[in-house]
């Protein structure tokens, strides 16, 4: 069974940093392509970033472009989002995605002082 | 970037109505089209892939048809259960961009 499980979310200030990781189980992690959505309280779905399977290419939404870094570790079954200069309108579930029909459960990211 | 208007924003239906939603590219993306189901709290369910493929166990009364650019998505008879937010998403080119979404509700 496919399985992906999001942590690192929580409570950070204005212009603060934090690290999103997505632990994923029941298939060949490097052989897919993954990406991050998030969805900001009461508002639709964003998409956020793109990564390749060997990580080689690379995509991000102009709203987090210079900000966020996107990267994976085969070796580990792991999807990462370092999270930098983080502003309010960051605040959202985010939610690691294999090829859409696959969602982890979600991390909630706050931002406020 | 590849922009997608999804219309309605909101629906009020009764059970057994027929509901469609419609999901215009702005530009041709083939039909690289994904429909999601959102229910509160919930991550979303990839009902239709490919504009009109659906998904292993995904119930017959919900469909896809279209190419190109534009798309819709229907219900054949509104079932209680199918109260949720409705989102298309076009992974043609990235970004890969979803549709502003239809809260379903029933009348």
């Known amino acids: 069974e496919v399985q992906l499980v999001e942590s690192g979310g929580g409570l950070v200030q204005p212009g603060g940093s934090l690290r999103l990781s997505c632990a994923a189980s029941g298939f060949t992690f490097s052989s897919y392509e993954m990406n991050w959505v998030r969805q900001a309280p009461g508002k639709g779905l964003e998409w956020v970033s793109y990564?390749?399977?060997?990580?080689?290419?690379?995509s991000y939404a102009d709203s987090v472009k210079g900000r966020f870094t996107i990267s994976r570790d085969n070796a580990k079954n792991s999807l990462y989002l370092q999270i930098n200069s983080v502003r309010a309108e960051d605040t959202a579930v985010y939610y690691c995605v294999r090829d859409g029909a696959h969602w982890g459960q979600g991390t909630l990211v706050t931002v406020s002082s | 970037d590849i922009q997608m208007t999804q219309s309605p924003s909101s629906l009020s239906a009764s059970v057994g109505d027929r509901v469609t939603i419609t999901c215009q590219a702005s530009q041709d993306i083939g039909i690289d089209l994904n429909w999601y189901q959102q229910k509160s709290g919930k991550a979303p369910n990839l009902l239709i892939n490919?504009?009109?493929n659906l998904e292993t166990g995904v119930p017959s009364r919900f469909s896809g048809r279209g190419s190109g650019t534009d798309f819709t998505f229907t219900i054949s008879s509104l079932q209680p259960e199918d109260i949720a937010t409705y989102y298309c998403?076009?992974?043609?080119?990235?970004?890969?961009?979803f549709g502003q979404g239809t809260k379903l509700e029933i009348k």
């Open positions: 990564i390749s399977r060997s990580g080689s290419r690379i």
């Open positions: 998403q076009q992974y043609e080119n990235l970004p890969y961009t």
């Open positions: 490919d504009a009109s």
